[in-house]
């Protein structure tokens, strides 16, 4: 499932590429140093995100310069922010190769979550996404992900509680990597962030949905669905060609088997697209006994697609309570700031690498 084309750490690996057993490793094997100096440094990375080894002071001078050459902290370069009146704030980052991916902060009162990134654009072409429409250009690594989340988590000043993997590109087409980021960002020597504050959202992998009911990482998963019938969800999502709905219901009963937590269903709602009360029903045929969670977003204007009338989306989220579906009407945050993953590095040019 991989796309396999992506910046690997060139010459040095990025040391947030590294899970905590290849840390262990290099401290024994490579510094013969003891175990506890991987705990050591992670402690610095990913709890205090103190980044530069030369402030890693209870390290050894010498020590703290072979992690600068063998192992150092490789992060994106900040190259946009915007913030909304709700507090959403969105981060556009540049790779050393140019690649630019954005994230998203978003504020429920004393609650965060970060929105991170899995690729530099997206080849799956969803009609009404803005980063589906700008093509795909390689696959972040693990430590390319996970730096995201650390460096929204060093400007925002206190712990981010919840990390979802919605931004820009397909999480289960970069499995390897997004699945050693979630390692990381889980490990409790490393960031220890719970499994279920790690949701991955896709938009049908149905394999990688296999392959992450069996990863021993127990996170949420989250399917974007916007269409209850193939004829409809072909035309929205080409990867509905190749992964119909016979299919992605299939894996979702098998991750359904395997996992506790109930799986979420996204439906962006688009203006005389998908948003016919009369889907509301098929969705609840499609959906029967499975006992999934649905959110309603009204869609943010997109590549193809407008925002439907308030009385529309009251009439599909009407049928939705008559069919006893469980349902959340969320309005998108951040709108004001075009917070739908891939608009702002759509409309920037990449500085030089
Ligand atoms: N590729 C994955 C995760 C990234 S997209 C996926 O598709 O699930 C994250 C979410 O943003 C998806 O639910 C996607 O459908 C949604 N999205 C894309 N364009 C949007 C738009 N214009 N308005 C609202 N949500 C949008
Ligand atoms: Fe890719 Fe998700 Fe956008 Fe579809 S909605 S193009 S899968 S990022």
Redesign the pocket.
């Known amino acids: 499932m991989e796309n396999g084309r992506q910046a690997e750490d060139r010459e040095t690996p990025n040391a947030l590429s590294l899970s905590y057993e290849e840390w262990e490793k290099l401290a024994v094997e490579v510094w013969e140093e003891p175990k506890f100096r991987a705990a050591q440094v992670c402690q610095w990375v990913y709890a205090k995100k103190i980044f530069d080894c030369h402030e890693m002071t209870n390290l050894s001078k010498p020590l703290r310069e072979r992690l600068a050459c063998e192992a150092p902290v490789k992060l994106p370069v900040q190259v946009g922010e915007q913030k909304s009146k709700d507090r959403t704030r969105k981060f556009l980052w540049q790779f050393e190769d140019g690649a630019r991916v954005e994230s998203v902060l978003l504020n429920h009162g004393t609650h965060t979550t970060a929105?991170v990134?899995?690729q530099a654009g997206?080849p799956?072409a969803?009609v009404?996404?803005?980063?589906?429409q700008m093509g795909y250009e390689r696959d972040l690594t693990a430590g390319e992900i996970a730096g995201q989340f650390l460096l929204m988590e060093k400007r925002l000043g206190r712990e981010v509680n919840n990390v979802v993997?919605?931004?820009?590109?397909?999480?289960?087409l970069n499995q390897k990597n997004v699945f050693a980021s979630i390692r990381a960002l889980n490990h409790p020597k490393m960031r220890g962030l719970g499994a279920r504050h790690i949701t991955v959202?896709?938009?049908?992998v149905a394999p990688g949905i296999k392959d992450l009911a069996d990863f021993e990482v127990p996170v949420r998963l989250?399917?974007?669905l916007?269409a209850p019938n193939d004829a409809l969800r072909n035309k929205l999502?080409p990867v509905n060609r190749r992964y119909p709905l016979p299919t992605l219901m299939d894996a979702l009963r098998y991750y359904k088997k395997r996992a506790e937590e109930r799986v979420t269903i996204?439906y962006?709602l688009?203006d005389g697209v998908n948003d016919d009360p009369q889907l509301a029903f098929e969705m609840a045929t499609l959906l029967d006994g499975l006992g999934f969670y649905v959110n309603v977003?009204?869609?943010?204007?997109?590549?193809a697609?407008a925002r439907p009338s308030e009385a529309r989306i009251r009439a599909f989220c009407a049928a939705l309570t008559e069919l006893s579906i469980e349902f959340e009407l969320r309005r998108?945050k951040g709108a004001d700031i075009l917070a739908?993953?891939?608009?702002l590095a759509a409309k920037s040019k990449p500085l030089d690498p």
Do not use: D, R
């Open positions: 929105c990134s899995s997206c799956l969803c009404f996404c803005a980063t589906g993997y919605m931004g820009m590109g397909e999480p289960l959202s896709t938009s049908g989250s399917v974007s916007h999502m996204e962006v688009i977003i009204p869609c943010n204007p997109g590549a697609g998108e739908a993953c891939g608009q």
